[in-house]
């Protein structure tokens, strides 16, 4: 698969053959959502596509003020792509925001931060090649009901796959009693397995849009799935979390469900994912690999690591941006928060997955998820591990036995570091410990994207009462 067109040219070509009637031109803010403008396809020519889109960038949150708002996008024609759900026919092109005020990409635009991230890599003459192979897990639900006020709040999110329909009744359809049981759903086949053929329509129409699919399957919880796809370059990458997100999403809408990429919505199951596949390459060759040193890791890839968990405090403000990421970090449900690594070993923070030669050969980060920006998070992650080769950092590890079996006193005794226990901690790490960002990150960035997480995910969370404390305090 990849990409369809490489030049204006072509995308013009592209747009005939296709008879296209509507260019969508989409960007991404600082939580990850994907935004879009629509252009009748005749309204679009060559001149716009190079000089870009205008559009306002005050009305974007943490973004710009209303005296300065107007911003361009910049079309990156390369991407463009079919948008498969449209009723007429529409071509989605992916677009970096740029500044008109200081003429250069925007600061706080989380694709060219990453791209920024990527020149830094190569003006500090470490590689020139970076790949991430993101992993993200999703549920279906069936129905999904939300309601919060000043006296009440609460939720209810439902499957056909939960264990708690046991006793429902469908009606003259039955209750077959096939379902997958509270951490018994990997790998079940049909009738426990209900999700077949709507992850098998998710899996063709993701390579409609140019994603190279590589399986699909049931996940440990109740009513969650995966799709493997292909690993990319950062931003190719980045770019498929947002396509492969649009793509579940909209399936399921269109079959009459609900998809989450939501961390934690079922206690006392498994959560949600996004385990980050990354290696550094340089003229051809894999600078993680290392032929017979501890699962073929080289010096370099263990620096780059120790870089990642010397700074995973402030490192995770960005790849578990939520409240609710800390609730799928706790011992118990395949999450590791546990900072070591080990081969093959999914108890770990990072597992190097089996692979015996230098193709293969790459560090998996296993705790970042979904709510988390691919952009920003890829971007922080790598400088974090750059910091690491330029300091020598070397992790603690490596260390093969299951670790979900230690204690926390065990952990202390063992002198291995842990993951933040919540938002509030891992923004306050991300105040005190942002120098190793300053290369590619502006200092206004980093405060305004912690006091937008504290404002957007903390306060919120921190100032309203839960079901559990009236359940275990009300009556105190």
């Given amino acids: 698969m990849g990409k369809f067109v490489n030049n204006i040219a072509e995308f013009n070509k592209y747009c005939e053959e296709n008879e296209v009637e509507f260019i969508d031109f989409r960007f991404t803010d600082i939580k990850g959502a994907w935004h879009h403008i629509s252009y009748r396809a005749s309204a679009v020519d060559?001149?716009?596509?190079?000089?870009?889109?205008?559009?306002?960038?005050?009305?974007?949150?943490?973004?710009?003020?209303?005296?300065?708002?107007?911003?361009?996008?910049?079309?990156?024609?390369?991407?463009?792509?079919?948008?498969p759900f449209t009723a007429d026919?529409?071509?989605?092109?992916?677009?970096?925001?740029?500044?008109?005020?200081?003429?250069?990409l925007y600061a706080k635009c989380p694709r060219s931060i990453a791209k920024k991230t990527l020149k830094h890599m190569?003006?500090?003459?470490?590689?020139?090649?970076?790949?991430?192979?993101?992993?993200?897990?999703?549920?279906?639900?069936?129905?999904?009901?939300?309601?919060?006020?000043?006296?009440?709040?609460?939720?209810?999110?439902?499957?056909?796959?939960?264990?708690?329909?046991?006793?429902?009744?469908?009606?003259?359809?039955?209750?077959?009693g096939h379902r997958p049981r509270t951490k018994g759903g990997y790998f079940p086949t049909m009738p426990t397995d209900t999700m077949v053929d709507l992850r098998a329509e998710m899996m063709l129409l993701l390579e409609e849009v140019g994603l190279t699919v590589?399986?699909?399957?049931?996940?440990?919880?109740?009513?969650?799935?995966?799709?493997?796809?292909?690993?990319?370059n950062m931003i190719e990458a980045a770019d498929n979390v947002q396509k492969y997100?649009?793509?579940?999403?909209?399936?399921?809408?269109?079959?009459?469900?609900?998809?989450?990429?939501?961390?934690?919505?079922?206690?006392?199951?498994?959560?949600?994912?996004?385990?980050?596949?990354?290696?550094?390459?340089?003229?051809?060759?894999?600078?993680?690999?290392?032929?017979?040193?501890?699962?073929?890791?080289?010096?370099?890839?263990?620096?780059?690591?120790?870089?990642i968990f010397r700074h995973a405090t402030a490192v995770s403000a960005f790849t578990n941006p939520s409240t609710n990421s800390y609730k799928r970090l706790i011992p118990g449900f395949e999450a590791p928060s546990i900072l070591t690594y080990s081969s093959q070993n999914r108890s770990a923070a990072c597992r190097i997955p089996y692979g015996a030669g230098e193709m293969a050969t790459r560090i998996?980060?296993?705790?970042p998820d979904s709510t988390a920006n691919p952009y920003l998070c890829f971007a922080v992650l790598m400088m974090a591990g750059l910091d690491g080769i330029k300091n020598k950092d070397i992790p603690v590890g490596p260390m093969n036995e299951d670790l979900f079996e230690l204690t926390l006193d065990e952990i202390r005794e063992k002198n291995i570091p842990q993951m933040p226990h919540t938002l509030r901690e891992a923004l306050e790490?991300?105040?005190?410990?942002?120098?190793?960002?300053k290369p590619v990150f502006t200092q206004d960035f980093i405060d305004v994207y912690q006091h937008y997480q504290f404002e957007r995910q903390v306060w919120p969370d921190e100032g309203r009462p839960t079901a559990f404390e009236f359940s275990s305090t009300y009556s105190c």
Avoid at 429 to 437: E, H, K, M, T, Y
Wanted: hydrophobic letters at 35%; one cysteine or more.
């Fill in 46 to 83: 060559d001149g716009m596509l190079e000089a870009g889109i205008p559009f306002d960038g005050s009305s974007i949150e943490a973004w710009q003020p209303i005296n300065e708002s107007d911003m361009i996008l910049k079309a990156d024609i390369e991407t463009a792509f079919m948008d």
């Fill in 429 to 437: 790490g991300l105040v005190a410990d942002n120098d190793f960002l």
């Fill in 214 to 232: 590589m399986l699909g399957h049931h996940e440990v919880a109740q009513a969650q799935g995966e799709i493997g796809i292909k690993f990319g």
């Fill in 245 to 307: 997100k649009y793509v579940v999403k909209m399936v399921a809408h269109l079959n009459g469900k609900s998809a989450t990429f939501m961390p934690k919505p079922l206690y006392g199951d498994n959560g949600n994912g996004m385990h980050v596949h990354q290696s550094i390459w340089k003229d051809g060759k894999n600078l993680f690999y290392k032929e017979g040193a501890y699962a073929n890791l080289s010096d370099t890839a263990l620096n780059y690591l120790g870089g």
């Fill in 89 to 104: 026919s529409t071509v989605i092109v992916i677009c970096d925001v740029y500044d008109i005020y200081k003429d250069e």
């Fill in 364 to 367: 998996e980060t296993r705790f």
């Fill in 122 to 176: 190569e003006e500090q003459n470490i590689g020139d090649e970076a790949f991430f192979g993101p992993e993200n897990e999703f549920f279906i639900f069936d129905d999904v009901q939300i309601w919060t006020g000043i006296n009440q709040s609460g939720y209810r999110v439902d499957s056909e796959e939960g264990e708690w329909n046991d006793d429902t009744s469908y009606g003259d359809m039955g209750n077959m």
